[in-house]
């Protein structure tokens, strides 16, 4: 009883305070300052800069699979060394350029949703001015 009667005290002596937004804080005070703006799109570009490096290592993972899948499957099938050769330089060529497509569309993707969000922001910061 004398843990409950002690926890019961505790409780009413700290009253629940709930957090109330400042009354002096206008929509202006909430836009972001220049030094912000700057430390943000600095973030921004390093996250794109290092997608765009891990995206550089598309074309030549893709072209190393298929060389590695075409060339353990012609040796199962006991290719001559001439024919696999050609077959394996025309495979790792191939799949070099779809690789090499996929990277581009990837990249395409991508400057359209920044864009988006670019025309997205540019319309919130105008309806306050307005």
Known sequence: MDWEEKNSEETAETPETEEEPEEGLEPEDEIETAAEREAREKRE???RQAKARKRRLIPPFVMLLAGAVVSIYMRILRYDLQTMLIVLLCVLLGFYFVGRILQIMLDRF????????????????KEPSE
Do not use: C, D, R, S
């Not at 991508?110 to 910061?125: F, L, N, S, T, Y």
């Open 45 to 47: 570009e390093e996250e």
């Open 110 to 125: 991508e400057q359209q949703i920044e864009e988006a969000h670019m025309e997205e922001g540019e319309v919130i910061e």
